[in-house]
């Protein structure tokens, strides 16, 4: 298991979900873990839970599309924690419908929140990341990012996008050794996939090589690596955590 004592951790969108997961993976490494999310009872219960876990953990309310807030926030985090080491870019949501009837607005939403706040909070970090000289920043993405998905069209460019600015960012902070990563789930057990019928459920099993859908920890386990030391050579990558359903 990675061990990391020192490091603080910042997640977006950590309140639930894949998020929630992360935080209590690296809460149980011993990092002091950082929930930014937008509702306050949410946070309150996440944090509250990393805490009686053991875990070292604090909470804030953050919209991940307001970016004078998030310097503001970011520069709170620092002055009181001492540094941002780790920044998990996990704040997501999906509109979906078919290109022919997508509202502007179903574009836009997916769009500001997905690839504009993943900018927001990658530029407001690498401020303090490019003085410290070392950071890791990780884009929770999606294999629709790869794939494209029917009914998708907005979350798919939003996803693609995350992927073509991570390997911007690796190129353009590598020199201050600042290594910027992406993660592609796949088919996730969340919330979100838990109202799904059996009958598509298994369908999608059927197309998944290790035939099963992934649990929201083996996305953290990922992020844990990428976190730490033993990714030390790994910038610029998009890492597919599918059960090989994307294979490039
Ligand atoms: P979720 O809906 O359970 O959690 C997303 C969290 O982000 C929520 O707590 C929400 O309040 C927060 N959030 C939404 N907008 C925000 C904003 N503007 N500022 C700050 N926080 C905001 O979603 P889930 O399933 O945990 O997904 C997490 C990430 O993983 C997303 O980026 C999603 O696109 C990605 N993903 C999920 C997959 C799945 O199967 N669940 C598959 C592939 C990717």
Known sequence: MHELTKQIV???GSARGIGLAIAQRF???????????????????????LKAQGGKAFGYIGNVTDGKAIEEL??????????????????????????LRMKEEEWQLVMDI?????????????????????????????????????????????KGGMIAFTKSCAKEFASRNVRVNAVAPGFIETEMTAALSDDVRASYAKAI???????????????????????????????AVDGGLTMH
């Open 10 to 12: 910042v997640i977006t």
């Open 27 to 49: 809460a149980s490494a011993q990092a002091t873990v950082i929930v930014i999310d937008l509702n306050a009872e949410l946070v309150d219960k996440a944090v509250q839970s």
């Open 74 to 99: 970011f520069a709170r985090i620092v002055a009181e924690h001492g540094a941002i080491d780790t920044l998990i870019n996990n704040a997501g949501v999906t509109r979906d419908n078919l290109v």
């Open 114 to 158: 997905n690839l504009k706040g993943t900018f927001i909070c990658t530029q407001k970090v690498f401020k303090h990341m490019m003085k410290a000289r070392q950071g890791s920043i990780i884009n929770i993405a999606s294999v629709i990012g790869l794939m494209g998905n029917a009914g998708q069209a907005n979350y798919a460019a939003s």
């Open 209 to 239: 090589p290790l035939g099963k859908m992934g649990s929201p920890d083996e996305i953290a386990k990922l992020c844990l690596f990428l976190a730490s030391e033993d990714s030390s050579y790994i910038t610029g990558q998009t890492i």
